[in-house]
């Protein structure tokens, strides 16, 4: 690895991986398309599939598969828009909001775990970076949400 860029590649690839391992030793039974969605919502206010689609990229195909399941699950629920427009939207229902709640404070457990050895200006300065970086990548892709 000769450039940042590249050391940079090589550790996202990692953390991305790390990321998914984590995933599976949460007890919430949230997956990870749920667990991301909910959290878009929970932070944005109700969305449409359409919007969903702008904001992460995914197609509406994909989307009907992921909310079918989160309304059988009973973590989302589909209300009429709030601003009256035609389009049926999605919203995070009170058990979603619980499940979400759980699975993020094993994460954050888990992260404290992880970084107890780091000061808070180290983890900060982390979390800060990574906002940066993310806000860049939507930046890039043209997709740019709020920061909740």
Known sequence: ?????????????????????????????????????LSVLRVEGPMSIGQLSDSLGLDVSTLNRQTAAMLRAGVAERIPDPDGGIARKFRVTEAGIARLDAERAQSIHHLDAILADWSEQDITAL?????????????????????G
């Open 127 to 147: 979390a800060t970076g990574l906002a940066r970086f993310n806000a860049s990548i939507e930046n890039y892709r043209h997709r740019v949400r709020s920061r």
């Open 1 to 37: 690895m000769t450039t940042p860029t590249e050391r940079l590649e090589f550790e996202t690839m990692l953390f991305g991986r790390y990321s998914l391992i984590s995933r599976k030793n949460v007890d919430s039974g949230l997956d990870r398309s749920a667990y991301l969605l």
